[in-house]
């Protein structure tokens, strides 16, 4: 009996042990629960006061895809020319986006599965927007896309579109009044339609400075023209609309509103395009379908200039694309030539066309450069206005005959100012001896000749010149008139606007100013001044040479207006390969003589003519547009009397045989040997557009 009590009373006290620890344990658990809790109290207590932000974006953009999400696009800026006429714009359109889920859903009627919503979404679909009913069949009963919730059905969408399926569902407008309740709840059950926001890109003007807008590939990235150049800031930022589910189960959206894109405001007018572009369509109607093809050069260039600060009033080429159908071909090639054509010979045309010739495309300039050469040399202290200079016919350099224009016979003796006047190569050659090889090659550079301009465009072209080594005598005569070395239009234009404004080269840009949405300024183009190149008193004696060009005896007496003062200077290059006798021909001129306000450059490359050889071709087109392009600008007569009214001139652009005064008659056989090339270059010259015989 004593061992049986001793026993239960060390049960006893093991129970009372274990109850202790256990009791002990629960204390401890419940305490460390507690402290849990504290501290998960505290840091949503944190993260409420610190990174509530951060949390909640991150909780809609997961819960949005609960309900809804999109993209609200930004609109790209516009740009405009000069004066506010538009451009280029985005118009707002719309995607028919159909649930397929949403109309496809089933509701039991009498024990029957009925898609009440299908009939009568199709039929609106069918009705109203005209779409093909068989496309909408197809997509809702496909497995692969019946629960789709996002099929297009129509891209661009235009806003008239959209109101008609909007007033054909709204049952209290008042074309609907009188339906029927039958047809009311047809309408009814429209559902699992809705329409996504975009933007389209239009160019109200069409093929209008093609070249110079460029256009954009799917509304928002551009590589050509003011279009891609300025594409960063003619877009925007897209914005957000986050539709989730909050704590209550009730639908609730934030929306980030997009940022549109900046406008561009262009320098050039396009009242000057269309005066540019009537001149160059008036030329192609004049020279198309003659003895080297259908066109009527392969191609033209011209540029309008404010030669006093570097704007591009007007710059246009020929190949006019549709910039709302920019890969179109067949208004350039047959049927027949663009199904011959693989992907790789469609793009290389398509580049072709795009490219923008007057400052992609380098070419030898001829006798356009002879200013700077006479300017350099002047400036140099090389020569004086009181030299003079004889001409024979030709120069010999290095024991290789250079012919001039007027071999055989010569210009005689001729002023400084007369071999601008006559285009004398021969002046040219003894004044860029004169100069010498590092001086020329100095102020080529002085002048920007194998150097990008830094033009507000992509695709420029910087040209190739002589290095100091390569510029031997033989070189440096044939490009003191503009052979053996290449530039752009670009890079022409803006040298010789320095040469008679006074000296400045001005930076040459196409974009005035960027404005924001409300039309605020953001951003304003002032002109650039790069350097000087000449003194003014050297500017203004060549200036003064350059208006006897013009004058009835003057190379370019066939583009002087009448009644206005003005000056300019010719070109003729023959094009490598030497022995195609191809030709660029070219003018370039300013007015008025003493203050000028606008130099145009125009450039005829391979004219189709049997004789290619002739700037009669550019002259003319510089006479049409200066004609209308002067009285525009306010540029007023030095003779009201001797104005032509603007359809008088009734000049041909055919040449009816005459030969270009720069270019000499054919050389003597007997006299000639080859020396490179024998054929007949730029100003009746060979080889590197010199005539040169071996002596």
């Not at 704007?311 to 694309?321: F, K, N, P």
Request: net charge negative.
């Amino acid at each position: 009996m004593s061992k049986r009590r001793t026993k239960k009373r060390q049960n006893k006290m093991n129970t009372r042990k274990t109850d202790g620890r256990i009791s002990r344990k629960l204390v401890g658990l419940f305490i460390l629960v507690v402290l849990a809790f504290v501290g998960l109290a505290l840091r949503i207590t944190y993260i409420n006061a610190n990174d509530h932000g951060d949390y909640k974006r991150q909780v809609l953009n997961q819960t949005q895809q609960q309900y809804d999400s999109r993209v609200i696009p930004f609109k790209r800026g516009e740009i405009q020319d000069r004066n506010g006429t538009i451009l280029a714009t985005s118009e707002k359109v719309y995607n028919v986006i159909l649930d397929c889920k949403i109309v496809n859903s089933e509701i039991t009627v009498k024990n029957e599965s009925v898609k009440r919503y299908l009939e009568p979404t199709v039929k609106a679909l069918v009705d109203v927007l005209g779409l093909d009913e068989n496309d909408i069949r197809s997509r809702l009963e496909d497995k692969k896309t019946k629960n789709s919730q996002y099929q297009i059905l129509k891209k661009e969408l235009s806003i008239t579109d959209k109101k008609k399926l909007e007033d054909y569902l709204d049952l209290e407008n008042e074309e609907n009044k009188d339906l029927s309740d039958e047809e009311k709840l047809m309408r009814q059950r429209v559902k699992g339609v809705w329409f996504e926001e975009t933007y389209v890109r239009k160019y109200p003007m069409n093929s209008m400075a093609a070249d110079l807008i460029g256009f954009t590939y799917d509304g928002t990235t551009a590589d050509w023209g003011i279009e891609g150049y300025y594409s960063s800031l003619l877009n925007g930022i897209n914005g957000r609309q986050f539709g989730y589910f909050n704590s209550d189960a009730d639908v609730e959206q934030t929306i980030q509103d997009p940022v549109d894109g900046k406008n561009i405001i262009s320098s050039i007018d396009t009242n000057i395009q269309q005066i540019i572009r009537n001149a160059l369509e008036s030329y192609e109607n004049e020279m198309a379908n003659g003895p080297n093809g259908a066109s009527g050069a392969k191609n033209v260039g011209v540029v309008a200039m404010n030669p006093n600060t570097g704007e591009i009033l007007g710059m246009d080429s020929s190949d006019w694309y549709d910039l709302n159908n920019p890969r179109d071909l067949k208004p350039f090639y047959s049927d027949e030539e663009i199904a011959a054509m693989d992907d790789k010979a469609q793009l290389n045309a398509l580049n072709k066309l795009w490219r923008n010739f007057c400052i992609s495309d380098t070419f030898e300039p001829g006798s356009t450069v002879k200013p700077m050469t006479v300017a350099a040399a002047l400036e140099s202290g090389s020569i004086s206005t009181d030299d003079t200079y004889y001409c024979n016919g030709f120069k010999t350099v290095s024991g290789l005959k250079i012919k001039c224009a007027v071999y055989p016979n010569g210009h005689g003796t001729l002023s400084l100012g007369d071999s601008l006047k006559y285009s004398c190569n021969v002046a040219m050659m003894d004044i860029a001896n004169k100069t010498g090889s590092e001086n020329f090659l100095k102020y080529q550079k002085i002048f920007n000749f194998g150097d990008y301009t830094g033009i507000d465009l992509p695709g420029e072209s910087s040209g190739i010149l002589h290095s100091q080594q390569s510029l031997g005598p033989t070189e440096l005569a044939t490009a003191a008139f503009g052979q053996g070395f290449t530039g752009t239009m670009i890079q022409e234009i803006s040298a010789f606007s320095s040469v008679i404004n006074g000296g400045t080269y001005y930076k040459p840009y196409v974009v005035r100013s960027v404005t924001d949405g409300n039309g605020a300024v953001v951003k304003n183009t002032a002109p650039v001044m790069v350097r000087k190149t000449i003194s003014p008193d050297v500017s203004n004696e060549v200036r003064k040479y350059l208006g006897t060009v013009m004058e009835s005896d003057g190379s370019g007496a066939k583009a002087k207006v009448p009644g206005y003062s003005m000056g300019g200077k010719t070109g003729t290059a023959q094009k490598i390969p030497r022995t195609d006798k191809k030709y660029l021909v070219s003018f370039i001129g300013f007015a008025p003589l003493e203050n000028p306000q606008v130099v145009l450059y125009v450039v005829v490359d391979e004219p189709n003519a049997d004789i290619q050889a002739n700037s009669i071709y550019p002259q003319r087109i510089y006479k049409k547009i200066m004609k209308e392009l002067l009285p525009y600008l306010n540029v007023f007569p030095t003779d009201p009397s001797a104005v032509e009214a603007p359809d008088k001139d009734t000049t041909s652009n055919k040449a009816d045989g005459v030969v270009d005064e720069n270019v000499p008659s054919p050389p003597d056989s007997e006299n000639s040997g080859e020396a490179g090339s024998n054929d007949m270059l730029s100003d009746g010259v060979t080889n590197s557009d010199a005539e040169i015989t071996n002596e």
